[in-house]
T-cell receptor
Framework: DTGVSQDPRHKITKRGQNVTFRCDPI?????LYWYRQTLGQGPEFLTY????????KSRLLSDRFSAERPKGSFSTLEIQRTEQGDSAMYLC??????????????FGPGTRLTVL | GQQLNQSPQSMFIQEGEDVSMNCTSS?????WLWYKQDPGEGPVLLIA?????ELTSNGRLTAQFGITRKDSFLNISASIPSDVGIYFCAGQGSGGTSYGKLTFGQGTILTVHP
């Protein structure tokens, strides 16, 4: 039984560089969510996909952030021109469509980003 | 962004003691969930609650969905050292917002002394 996987687990980058993270959801799940978690806080919603369609983006998702889910399977989150304030844990979660009766989200292990 | 009010912020207990934590919100939610997170890892789902008034157990864990739909609590009975971690409540499906996205509390840090 394969859960949600994320790659890489850790990323250290210099300010101004671009980074890209990947998330592979549970195979039959058609919803995929991205969250950001800073130290001492709960995760905060960034964006989500229903299949390949990006249905909502948070105000937290500045123009430097872009997410894709081109074939409705894996997703990527790219941050351009990273800033020190981008340092956080980036979490991915997946779920079945709520119309199936549940939208319970299962999280991956996260990608820890450190911007120097 | 909006977060739920989760309390207590931290707890230090002896092994074998019972634990109780709760979450309140100014908004109504359609689903409440409880997660546990270990350092450097993603949250792991403990219990999901789908109906107001629902009381659900998972082993030593019991959680309730408040009748007003604005609160939930989690109890852990007979705590053991591996219960150590950060516990988060999350609400889903608040009116006027995305049905799917989760709004999290700030977490309760649980320390269990053997």
């Amino acid at each position: 039984d394969t859960g949600v996987s994320q790659d890489p687990r850790h990323k250290i980058t210099k300010r101004g560089q671009n980074v890209t993270f990947r998330c592979d959801p549970i195979s039959e799940h058609n919803r995929l969510y991205w969250y950001r978690q800073t130290l001492g806080q709960g995760p905060e919603f960034l964006t989500y996909f229903q299949n390949e369609a990006q249905l909502e983006k948070s105000r937290l998702l500045s123009d430097r952030f872009s997410a894709e889910r081109p074939k409705g399977s894996f997703s990527t989150l790219e941050i351009q021109r990273t800033e020190q304030g981008d340092s956080a844990m980036y979490l991915c979660a997946s779920s079945l469509d709520w119309r199936a009766g549940t939208d319970t989200q299962y999280f991956g292990p996260g990608t820890r980003l450190t911007v120097l | 962004g909006q977060q739920l009010n989760q309390s207590p912020q931290s707890m230090f207990i002896q092994e074998g003691e019972d634990v109780s934590m709760n979450c309140t919100s100014s908004s109504i939610f359609n689903t409440w969930l409880w997660y546990k997170q270990d350092p450097g890892e993603g949250p792991v789902l403990l219990i999901a609650l789908y109906k107001a008034g629902e009381l659900t157990s998972n082993g030593r864990l019991t959680a309730q969905f408040g009748i007003t739909r604005k609160d939930s609590f989690l109890n852990i009975s007979a705590s053991i050292p591996s219960d150590v971690g950060i516990y988060f409540c999350a609400g889903q499906g608040s009116g006027g917002t995305s049905y799917g996205k989760l709004t999290f509390g700030q977490g309760t840090i649980l320390t269990v002394h053997p």
